[in-house]
């Protein structure tokens, strides 16, 4: 069972699907010609069957889209149905298949005795199941992440589904940066600087995303775009909000957000996203969206440091985030974790000795002790060894993982002497079979207080700037070179 899994999760390196499903179509005998007896032909059948079952169950709605295997799934479908009267031993495997499917049993083995068989059955049969739907309908639900500009270097990240409106989108980030919602306009400008306004109506995200545009937050009469990190005292408390927020929660809210990134992920993905195969964009959505989340989170922290021009309010911030990233590591969240701790890392907040010098020695001491797990000496062992430790559910810090996959996958060569090398890829699989010890418990939905309520709609869309330079000249101006 470990070598079919660690081939089914890693065929996709040596050959395509279509390869896989043509070989498995020429492993089923389809006719039994007397060179070998029934028990060998059942068998093999049976093995054929084991197979196409642990793979679909595996890959589960990944493999929805692929009109070869629909096909395919047909074809096997058809012929076990064909010999299941000739041999009785494959309607355990029948129902098995018929329940990874999604299917009803709806006929017997007497009624496909050879009097009672109809040809034109099969011609007309159409898997109309659950599994096999065309995902063309679920594509309006699924979430993506989009970012919304307030200026030209910081924007909202709004995790939303395809089916979004303008209207929708401009109340979430209306909420979020704290203007009238009816003073507002979602607009695409093209980098040309021609500007288009969405109506409410519209698919927010359909026309956002066109590769020669960026969507924006503009006043109404598109005079002037928004500016909410003017220095007027008004602006400046969003920056101070989560002084008054309970540590423990805001982590608990983090960590849901990125539980349900990371338990969305395939397995695959990690396999796709190392070899860069052929419409590896289309199958890394989810890993991306958890990768794209630690960088976001890691801007976050940042930004909320360096828009706060009060030292003695920096002071308690900085306290804050270290308090919240001990939190994330009780909670088992190292993704946030260290996304917390490489943003408090960062070059433009590290440069603030006025605010670090306040900082009592034991957060000190705790931000110390909380570094050294991101200690990357010795092949990140520090981290490694307290992670092995830490019991199921957890969150990884994905890049780490990823790094592994790439480590193993440009040291060991695919082919040796024109065969595959099942080593390397039983190495890879294992190590993306981490993922399930990971995922082997859900996490425990703790009763959220009326705080906990509330931060929902601020964890969920962050507020940050991207721009390097425009962070280090917040720096500058809150705590200027001396």
Not at 148 to 173: D, G, R
Not at 289 to 309: F, G, H, K, P, Y
Request: glycine share 2%; net charge neutral; hydrophobic share 35%.
């Amino acid at each position: 069972e470990t070598l079919l899994d660690d081939f089914l999760l890693t065929y996709t390196v040596f050959m395509t699907t279509d390869d896989l499903c043509q070989a498995l179509l020429r492993q089923y005998p389809f006719n039994h010609q007397g060179k070998e007896d029934d028990s060998d032909v059942s068998c093999r059948k049976r093995k054929v069957l084991h197979l196409v079952s642990q793979w679909t169950s595996l890959y589960k709605d990944w493999l929805h889209e692929d009109e070869h295997l629909k096909q395919f799934l047909k074809t096997i479908y058809r012929n076990v149905l064909d010999d299941v009267y000739e041999y009785p031993i494959l309607e355990k495997e029948l129902k098995e298949f018929q329940k990874i499917l999604g299917m009803h049993r709806r006929h017997t083995v007497d009624e496909y005795s050879p009097h009672r068989k109809n040809k034109t059955f099969f011609h007309q049969f159409s898997l109309k199941e659950n599994w096999l739907q065309h995902r063309g309908t679920m594509n309006e639900t699924e979430e993506i992440f989009c970012r919304v500009y307030i200026t030209e270097h910081s924007y909202v990240s709004v995790k939303a589904q395809v089916s979004t409106s303008a209207q929708e989108m401009l109340k979430i980030v209306a909420e979020k940066i704290q203007y009238p919602e009816d003073e507002l306009a979602l607009v695409t400008v093209t980098f040309s600087g021609e500007k288009h306004v969405l109506q409410p109506s519209d698919l927010a995200i359909s026309k956002s995303f066109e590769s020669s545009s960026r969507m924006f937050v503009y006043r109404k009469d598109l005079t002037d775009s928004l500016n909410p990190f003017a220095e007027n005292e008004e602006l400046q408390q969003r920056s101070v909000r989560i002084l008054g927020v309970n540590t423990w929660d805001l982590a608990l809210e983090l960590t849901n957000f990125d539980w349900s990134l990371f338990n969305a992920i395939h397995e695959q993905e990690l396999i796709y996203f190392t070899f860069s195969r052929q419409g590896s964009a289309e199958n890394t959505e989810n890993l991306s969206l958890l990768l794209q989340r630690c960088n976001e989170v890691q801007l976050w922290v940042a930004t909320e440091i360096l828009l706060c021009s009060q030292l003695c309010k920096r002071v308690q911030l900085v306290k804050k985030f270290i308090k919240i990233a001990a939190h994330c590591k009780a909670q088992r969240n190292l993704n946030s974790f260290f996304a917390i701790v490489m943003g408090l890392n960062t070059a433009s907040v590290s440069r603030l000795s006025q605010t670090w010098e306040k900082i009592p020695g034991k957060f000190k001491k705790l931000f110390t002790e909380l570094e050294s797990l991101t200690d990357p000496s010795l092949n990140h062992k520090a981290y490694r060894d307290a992670f092995k430790k830490m019991k199921s559910p957890k969150i990884p810090f994905m890049p780490l993982l990823l790094k592994d996959v790439t480590f193993i996958h440009e040291g060991n060569k695919t082919f040796l002497d024109n065969l595959v090398n099942f080593e390397k890829l039983h190495m890879i699989a294992d190590t993306v079979r981490s993922l399930r010890h990971c995922r082997n418990n859900q996490f425990g939905n703790e009763v959220p207080s009326k705080e906990h309520h509330e931060l929902k709609p601020y964890v969920h869309h962050l507020h940050v700037i991207d721009n390097q330079q425009a962070l280090f000249e917040l720096s500058h101006r809150i705590e200027p070179r001396v």
